[in-house]
């Protein structure tokens, strides 16, 4: 695996591309940009057959980009093993919904909407477009929320934004109350593994929730559809 080169052979290379002449600290770049000590960095180095470490000497910035993308996307999914999420006494108030809104692109508005906590939605894609519209003209949904900027969810990956926040009529679905993250595939190929990651850490998140609670517990998927929505709620049992 390892034995094409030497620990101290990928300190510092010498590149062979269009970048020639300029020295690339190879584990000190890696290190940096995975936060990991150079040691562990070698080491991980030492796996890599041969000809695949041959590429950065072909291209220096293109492989220290890609090893150090897979090494934090490998180093989360590690974490996110061992993840737990603890409550604290901060809530997020009401005005969370009118905190921080300028800057909207508001050529990606809604029509007007009657079921939304605003009149309005700034959606980021037509299948988030569409989602609303249905939820909207749904007779199970009470009320619905694009849920706002300044709501995160910590993930090792980075901060995570949920899409929607909805409350159906009692009764007409066996999970009342549901977040949503809208994909326009369920594909894992199709999803970046940041995004995989930052769902895998929502669905501990919610699930941390739903052990807490009793009662009104919340649920969190992803769905492509409102279709798929109505799957994952579920129709209460007759």
């Known amino acids: 695996m390892g034995e094409g080169f030497k620990i101290e052979e990928t300190a510092t290379e010498q590149g062979d591309s269009v970048h020639s002449g300029v020295s690339y600290d190879l584990l000190g770049k890696l290190a940096e940009n995975s936060r990991?000590?150079?040691?562990?960095?070698?080491?991980?180095?030492?796996g890599i057959q041969p000809a695949v470490f041959q590429q950065?000497?072909?291209?220096?910035e293109h492989f220290i980009a890609e090893a150090s993308r897979l090494i934090t996307e490998q180093k989360a999914a590690m974490v996110i093993e061992r993840l737990a999420y603890d409550a604290v006494d901060e809530r997020y108030d009401v005005d969370i919904f009118t905190a921080n809104q300028t800057g909207h692109d508001f050529s990606r508005a809604?029509?007007?909407?009657?079921?939304?906590?605003?009149?309005?939605?700034?959606v980021d894609s037509e299948v988030e477009r569409k989602f609303v519209n249905t939820l909207d003209?749904?007779?199970?949904?009470?009320?619905?929320?694009k849920l706002p900027r300044g709501f995160l969810i910590p993930t090792p990956v980075g901060d995570y934004n949920p899409d929607c926040a909805i409350s159906f009529t009692a009764g007409s679905v066996r999970h009342i109350y549901f977040v949503a993250e809208t994909k326009g595939s369920m594909?894992?190929?199709?999803?970046?593994e940041i995004e995989q990651t930052k769902i895998a850490c929502a669905r501990k998140f919610f699930d941390e929730i739903?052990?807490?609670?009793?009662?009104?517990?919340?649920?969190?998927?992803?769905?492509?559809?409102?279709?798929?929505?109505?799957?994952?709620?579920?129709?209460?049992?007759?």
């Open 210 to 238: 739903g052990q807490r609670i009793s009662k009104d517990k919340v649920k969190y998927d992803v769905v492509t559809d409102y279709a798929k929505l109505l799957d994952v709620v579920g129709r209460p049992a007759e």
């Open 36 to 46: 990991l000590v150079r040691q562990t960095v070698a080491d991980i180095l030492g």
């Open 110 to 122: 809604t029509d007007k909407l009657k079921n939304h906590v605003y009149d309005y939605a700034i």
């Open 187 to 192: 594909s894992s190929m199709k999803l970046r």
């Open 137 to 145: 003209s749904s007779a199970e949904v009470v009320v619905y929320a």
């Open 56 to 60: 950065f000497r072909q291209n220096p």
